[in-house]
C-alpha cells in the first residue's frame, strides 16, 4: 500500500461546480498535512496547511480525520483558474523531516 | 525577496556525462530537498539535508550525489550510473513553523533534464 494515496482523477467540471479531493495516508506517526496545488510544468506550491479542526481559505476548505487517516480538500464555485493538479502532502516526523507526497489529483474546470 | 533559485531551467546532457543541477536558498531555512518527478507521477525523494556538511539519501539516490557544503546550497549531481536521468527536477527547502511539525516547504521551479 502507498503511504498517500489520491483519488485518481482527473476531474473534469464545470465552471461554478463544487469538488471534493479525498486522501489517505497510512503511516499514523503522520503529524502534519498539506495541500499543494501544481500547475503543469511548473514547481508545486502550498495551498494550505490542513489542521485537525477543520481550516477554510475562501472557497477552499480542508478537513483531516485523523481516526480515519484521511483528508479533503472542497472547492466551491470552481474557477477556470482552479486547473491543476492538487497534491496531497504529510510529514512524518521521525529522525528527520519526512515528506510525501501523493500522486495528485488532476482538475480541469471547463467553461 | 526570499527564495529558491534552480538553475539552468533546461538541460540536456548526452549519455555516459554527469550534470550538475544548482539549488541556492537564501530563505534561511536548515534543510533543502531534491525531489525527481516522471510525467504524470508524484514526486520521490532523491537526497535531503538537515544541516550543513550533513546529507541522507532518499528513496530513489542511486546515480545521484550531493553536497552541502553551505547552508544556501544543495546542488544536485546526475552521475553517468542514473539509468533513466530524463525528468523534472524539484529543490525544496524547509523550515518548522511553529513547535508542532508545521514545516513551511518551499519549491523551486525547477529543472528539466533530458539525455540526448
Known amino acids: 500500500r502507498k503511504e498517500v494515496e489520491q483519488d485518481p482523477g482527473p476531474f473534469n467540471v464545470p465552471e461554478g461546480a463544487t469538488v471534493a479531493f479525498n486522501c489517505t495516508y497510512s503511516?499514523?506517526?503522520?503529524?502534519?498535512f498539506f495541500w499543494y496545488r501544481q500547475d503543469c510544468r511548473k514547481e508545486p506550491k502550498l495551498l494550505m496547511s490542513?489542521?485537525?479542526s477543520g481550516n477554510e481559505d475562501g472557497r477552499f476548505t480542508a478537513q483531516l480525520n485523523r481516526a480515519s487517516q484521511y483528508i479533503s480538500l472542497l472547492i466551491r464555485d470552481s474557477k477556470l483558474s482552479d486547473s491543476a493538479t492538487y497534491l496531497c502532502?504529510?510529514?512524518?516526523?521521525?529522525?528527520?523531516?519526512?515528506?510525501?507526497f501523493g500522486p495528485g489529483t488532476s482538475l480541469s474546470v471547463i467553461p | 525577496d526570499g527564495g529558491i533559485t534552480q538553475s539552468p531551467k533546461y538541460l540536456f546532457r548526452k549519455e555516459g556525462q554527469n550534470v550538475t543541477l544548482s539549488c541556492e536558498q537564501n530563505?534561511?531555512?536548515?534543510?533543502m530537498y531534491w525531489y525527481r518527478q516522471d510525467p504524470g507521477q508524484g514526486l520521490r525523494l532523491i537526497y535531503y539535508?538537515?544541516?550543513?556538511?550533513?546529507?541522507q539519501k532518499g528513496d530513489i539516490a542511486e546515480g545521484y550525489s550531493v553536497s552541502r557544503e553551505k547552508k544556501e546550497s544543495f546542488p544536485l549531481t546526475v552521475t553517468s550510473a542514473q539509468k533513466n536521468p530524463t525528468a523534472f527536477y524539484l529543490c525544496?527547502?524547509?523550515?518548522?513553523?511553529?513547535?508542532?511539525?508545521?514545516?513551511?516547504?518551499?519549491f523551486g521551479s525547477g529543472t528539466r533534464l533530458t539525455v540526448v
Open positions: 525544496a527547502s524547509s523550515i518548522e513553523l511553529g513547535g508542532k511539525g508545521r514545516y513551511g516547504y518551499t
Open positions: 503511516n499514523s506517526a503522520s503529524q502534519s
Open positions: 490542513v489542521y485537525s
Open positions: 502532502v504529510v510529514n512524518i516526523r521521525t529522525s528527520y523531516d519526512k515528506v510525501i
Open positions: 530563505l534561511n531555512h536548515d534543510a
Open positions: 539535508s538537515q544541516i550543513v556538511n550533513d546529507f
